[in-house]
DNA sequence: TCTATACGACCTCTATATCAGTCATTACTT
DNA sequence: AAGTAATGACTGATATAGAGGTCGTATAGA
């Protein structure tokens, strides 16, 4: 965005990291964590813990990644082991699709 | 991170975002879409769209989930309508939960 | 009760993510 | 085979995320 214009984003993806940081917020207070110590295990600041817990999403995307790691959230209800086995189902998936996308007429039906 | 300290990521979040991204250009290119188009029904440059879908890990998490919801790949494996049920469950197991965390005097093991 | 501390809400400063371009190369379409 | 569009890999400028702190309040434990 080039001025001061405000990012927008979709009620679903709001939505989306709300829940993922309430959800964060509860994991952590179950194993008994404070925001500090979850800071520090994740090598960020306690101010960046309190943007996660509240769902902000101008949050790193890693990060945001590592703290929910840590405090025992699945990331796309996969289990460590399978991701690598997904990684590979969907880079073959990959090359049977064309490399390049070229427009010719409106194919896309716009789901706004 | 004062300096240039790099950030360091578990391999699972790794993972999960290299799938992430690879799930988002496999499904930008099923839905014939090119990355310009992508970009700007994101709102966003399409040098964005480039590292998300290289999965880097210092992308807003905002921006990656917005993606991730126009080319049609659920967050957390639910549909729009079950996250904000989703996200009341949460918020009520928070009232249960403490609302601060204080850290229980060391169990004292200074037997050897 | 009393007290150490977790938390929320701020702040400033610096590193960097994002924007908006360019260019060369590749790969679709006709 | 030619023409055109898409992509990858860059760039510089600028907005902003994150670091690291302060302060006041609230809370869990003793």
Not at 52 to 77: N, R
Not at 89 to 109: A, R
Request: glycine share 6%.
């Amino acid at each position: 965005m080039s001025k001061s214009a405000k990012r927008t984003y979709s009620a679903y993806s709001s939505d989306a990291m709300h829940l993922l940081g309430a959800t964060i917020r509860a994991e952590r207070k179950t194993k008994k964590m404070s925001q500090q110590e979850l800071a520090e295990r994740a090598g960020v600041a306690r101010s960046v813990i309190q943007r996660v817990e509240k769902g902000d999403m101008t949050c790193g995307v890693g990060i945001v990644f590592e703290v929910a790691h840590i405090v025992g959230i699945p990331l796309f209800s996969a289990e460590p082991s399978r991701l690598a086995h997904h990684i590979r189902q969907v880079e073959d998936k990959l090359t049977l699709l064309p490399k390049t996308i070229h427009k010719k007429k409106k194919v896309i039906n716009d789901d706004f």
